[in-house]
């Protein structure tokens, strides 16, 4: 989305450095800088950690020796907390859309 507001008077020199700002750069958001490239990352990795749990609990059922319980238990609780954070990250941003949805303005 591009806001570009024009000031109404470019005395001030505040507004004249806020005219100037550069925009984010399509580049830029395709590399994932920014706050949803970091998001994007955090999903993913926890996605893998779900996937990675999942596939040495198939394996530990099918009584696959080389993969231990231990490890499988463990895999099971990093991403059961990877998931527990996302859950929490997610509660929080949709809280603070809600805070400022109602805000008067």
Sequence with gaps: ??????PVS???PLR???ALRPLATPAAETAGAGFSGALKGALSSVS???NQAQA???EVQLENPTVSLEETMVAIQKAQ???QATLNV???MVQAYNDIMNMQV
């Design 56 to 58: 040495l609990q198939r």
């Design 90 to 92: 997610r509660n929080r």
């Design 16 to 18: 004249a450095a806020l």
């Design 10 to 12: 470019a005395q001030t």
């Design 81 to 83: 907390i990877g998931f």
């Design 48 to 50: 893998a950690a779900q």
């Design 1 to 6: 989305m591009d806001l570009r507001l024009s």
